[in-house]
């Protein structure tokens, strides 16, 4: 038989899928019809993930009385609860799971085994010879604070409470125990236990501790003594929360309800402190759950937006507790200014302990905040004087962009400040006396310092997390680092290429870090104050997920589009992967400023990335100038003043020396795609570079930042404040959004929102439509129910219409757009009906 040979142009179904010519028989058009790998990306769903990869850190629960600490971990052959001894180099099992497994099934009379033993709730007695924990039984009983006994949540799984002495290693059970329920979220306790405040009705209470207890274990007890510290609250000019997130109806009837206060204490429970916020002329948002029953219900909240006039008026209040009376401190300094107060770092040792007093920055006769001009480019670190109430600014920052602040370090027994401040163009730390004169630059050089880890006052060392100070590294790798007050010492403490997270205890003289890169194993380990290994704690397995076909992605770094700067980034490959072939490529994008979404240790959130690569893609993450604060404050503020454009040339560059480098990839077929910013930053690389972007999905996007939070929006743009001859200030904003542009679109748009995102409105996306429509393009819209910022629930769906937009055009593969299942989601649901 002889074949037929046709020539033809192969044309995609809709604009902006690669064209390409080529000869082939009419049986090979066939059977070349390209296919996604919808099978392999399947195997590598958040459910199947779950159980293949374990725990990948140690988290340390320091104890009070000495140096150890437990953990707990698992594997694919269960958990272990570990007691380690760093100064004995010594790690034990708190007990042998078997064992404690046959004893506690001879009592509960359910069946357990060493590697399925659900403890819940594992604590250190006070004299840290024992433990106590919780087990769920399959025993129904009625809930002792059941409201209606014939109600359907009437009844309750039965639990066990037990006590372990780990000397003589025996098991008991606490019979007749009653469960402390947990700490209310509305009780903001003192340090001495004395008393308790929050806000009922917009006003502030107290009540004392035989009270609160009472409240505790029964928050409708008629017999509890509450008193009323304040009666001028009104909704939105509340001292405490007001119930933002609530619906109307709900707010409605919780307002009489405890909420939180949120107040910071002296130490030594004598005064707290609120900022009290006015938003009553704030502007009205609103937001519908659509998918309420039995109707839709309204959520109104206040929602300031660039520009405008209207914006919250930040009081600070303090209460002298014995007198039950306060004073409004004059913090007065700047038009529409931000006053922040600081909390007190708590100690690592008390993590465990729920009901921890939250203290304020400073002392009981003084405490420390910071106020904001409303350009950012003024900040004052401010002292509050508590016995006269005079508020003096310390130290003050000026920049010509925004000024980044965080919570300074306060050296008790001399009161010096150790302040961060990215003053030199590099995130530094700074030794202030007391007075606010600066006495020394304590850390210099070209890498950027996060965040402070310990202050050990007695040898005026500072611990603290940096990163791009070690050569040949990724800059974005963290580490922890150790120098003297004066500047001098400085010494890495977890050498090794990777980016590294620390936990220290509260006397400075152990170290747990947990340290790996996107392509190692997770590694712990305990080092000592100087930086010394004392010991290996744990290795993750990840012997299933290797087993399951996974591949380490690969670390990258290109130059940004000036051809100086150096951009890093990942790149995943499908499991699958074959060099010889052409691969379209998708970009995962995340702008900035706060973050650049490029992984830098290896984690458990593979569906933006790996899994996403499996359909058949190369995936990358890479930065962009304007992104990670992490760097340079120029790399930080390369965006300031264009916040649409400004990392859309170095996403691209980054396709085309990629494309140039690896045969592999290929340019003609380019995707985008992210989350939020990313979801902004996707939709406008298409409108700016429509003939380079081919394909796009766009979700939760702020994509016309004039209606986006004023925080946001004023910082990352500018806004610029205007002084008239009389002296009057007012601010003006403007900003370029991705709707002025909709007439460029060329590719295959996909945008989705969440139809109550009270933090990106989906007006936001809606706006955007709209003028697609008017410049009669084609493109998908998604409105998610009931989803708010993050999809919740939906994010399993959100994720195959986004492979499925993908896949036809980018791949071609048109073989799913006709069935109405999504197969590989079904796959995962137990069709048992219950």
Request: aromatic fraction near 12%; glycine fraction near 6%; charge should be neutral.
């Amino acid at each position: 038989m002889k074949k037929l040979y046709v020539s033809f142009l192969f044309v995609a179904l809709c604009s902006g899928v690669y064209a390409q010519s080529r000869t082939f028989t009419l049986t090979e058009a066939v059977s070349e019809a390209p296919k996604a790998n919808y099978q392999l990306a399947s195997r590598f769903s958040p459910n199947k993930i779950k159980k293949m990869v374990y725990s990948i850190a140690v988290d340390p629960h320091w104890l009070k009385l000495s140096n150890r600490f437990w953990y707990e971990y698992e594997n694919p052959g269960g958990k272990q609860w570990y007691v380690v001894d760093p100064s004995q180099r010594s790690k034990k099992a708190l007990f042998n799971t078997a064992s404690l497994a046959a004893e506690i099934t001879t009592i509960i009379r359910d069946p357990f085994d060493a590697q399925h033993l659900p403890i819940e709730n594992l604590k250190f007695s006070k004299d840290e010879k024992s433990i106590s924990f919780e087990m769920k039984s399959s025993i129904d009983e009625l809930k002792k604070d059941r409201k209606d006994k014939k109600s359907a949540d009437s009844m309750q799984k039965k639990i066990f409470y037990f006590n372990y002495d780990l000397a003589a290693a025996k098991l008991k059970e606490v019979k007749n125990y009653e469960k402390p329920k947990a700490k209310p979220e509305w009780g903001s306790v003192a340090p001495d236990s004395s008393a308790v405040i929050f806000t009922r009705n917009f006003n502030l209470y107290w009540m004392d501790k035989v009270n609160y207890l009472k409240a505790v274990k029964n928050e409708d007890d008629s017999t509890i003594v509450e008193h009323q510290l304040t009666k001028d609250g009104v909704k939105f000019y509340a001292y405490g929360d007001d119930g933002d997130g609530e619906d109307n109806v709900e707010n409605e009837k919780k307002n009489k309800k405890r909420r939180p206060a949120r107040v910071y204490w002296s130490p030594d429970a004598k005064h707290f402190v609120l900022n009290r916020e006015d938003s009553r002329l704030v502007k009205d948002l609103w937001v519908i759950n659509n998918t309420a029953s039995p109707r839709p219900t309204l959520e109104t909240y206040k929602y300031e937006m660039p520009g405008e006039k209207e914006t919250p008026k930040n009081e600070v209040l303090l209460f002298d507790f014995a007198a039950k009376s306060f004073k409004k401190l004059n913090v007065a300094a700047f038009k529409d200014q931000s006053v922040s107060l600081w909390p007190a770092p708590s100690l690592n040792k008390d993590r465990d302990n729920e009901f921890r007093p939250s203290l304020w920055l400073g002392d009981n006769s003084k405490l420390y905040f910071s106020r904001t001009s409303r350009d950012l480019k003024r900040v004052d670190i401010c002292a509050a004087e508590i016995n006269t109430g005079v508020v003096t600014p310390v130290i003050e920052e000026r920049f010509n962009t925004y000024v980044e602040i965080n919570r300074p370090g306060l050296v008790k027994n001399t009161g010096e400040i150790i302040h961060w401040s990215e003053r030199d163009g590099w995130a530094h730390f700074y030794l202030f006396d007391a007075k606010g004169t600066l006495k020394n630059q304590i850390t210099k050089g070209s890498f950027h310092c996060e965040s402070i880890v310990n202050v050990d006052e007695k040898n005026r060392v500072l611990y603290f997390t940096a990163n791009g100070r070690e050569a040949k590294e990724d800059p974005y790798y963290l580490h922890l680092y150790r120098i003297n007050f004066d500047g001098s010492g400085m010494k890495l403490l977890n050498t090794g290429d990777f980016d590294h997270l620390s936990n220290m205890n509260d006397e400075a003289s152990y170290v747990v870090d947990n340290y790996s890169r996107v392509n190692t194993i997770p590694q712990s380990v305990v080092l000592d104050r100087n930086g010394m290994k004392v010991m290996t704690l744990e290795t993750a397995d990840l012997s299933l997920l290797m087993a399951a076909g996974y591949k380490f992605p690969e670390p990258l770094k290109v130059k940004a589009d000036d051809g100086v700067t150096d951009l890093y980034g990942v790149m995943y490959k499908p499991f699958d992967f074959d060099p010889k072939k052409k691969y379209p490529i998708i970009e995962y994008v995340y702008p900035g400023p706060q973050t650049e979404a490029v992984n830098k240790s290896f984690n458990k959130s593979m569906d933006r990335t790996d899994r996403l690569a499996q359909f058949g893609y190369v995936v990358i993450t890479v930065g962009n100038r304007g992104g990670n604060p992490a760097r340079s404050k120029w790399y930080h503020t390369y965006g300031y003043g264009n916040l649409r454009d400004y990392g859309l040339a170095d996403k691209k560059v980054a396709v085309e020396q990629l494309a140039d480098r690896y045969s592999y990839i290929d340019a003609g077929r380019v995707g985008i795609t992210g989350h939020s910013g990313g979801g902004f930053m996707s939709t406008a690389a298409m409108l700016v570079y429509p003939d380079f972007f081919k394909a796009a999905v766009s979700n939760a996007g702020n994509h016309d930042n004039s209606i986006y939070n004023r925080w946001w929006s004023e910082k990352h743009n500018g806004v610029k404040e205007i002084v008239s001859a009389k002296g009057d200030t007012t601010f003006k904003y403007a900003i370029d959004k991705n709707p002025d542009l909709a007439k460029n679109l060329k590719g295959h748009l996909m945008v989705m929102a969440g139809d109550m995102d009270n933090n990106v409105h989906p007006a936001n996306t809606i706006k955007l439509a709209s003028e697609l429509m008017k410049a009669g393009k084609r493109f998908e819209f998604v409105i998610v129910p009931g989803a708010r910022h993050a999809f919740g629930a939906m994010t399993e769906y959100a994720f195959w219409k986004l492979a499925d937009h993908f896949n036809k055009y980018l791949i071609g593969d048109f073989s799913h757009s006709e069935d109405v299942d999504i197969l590989e989601m079904d796959r995962e649901v137990e069709m048992s009906g219950k």
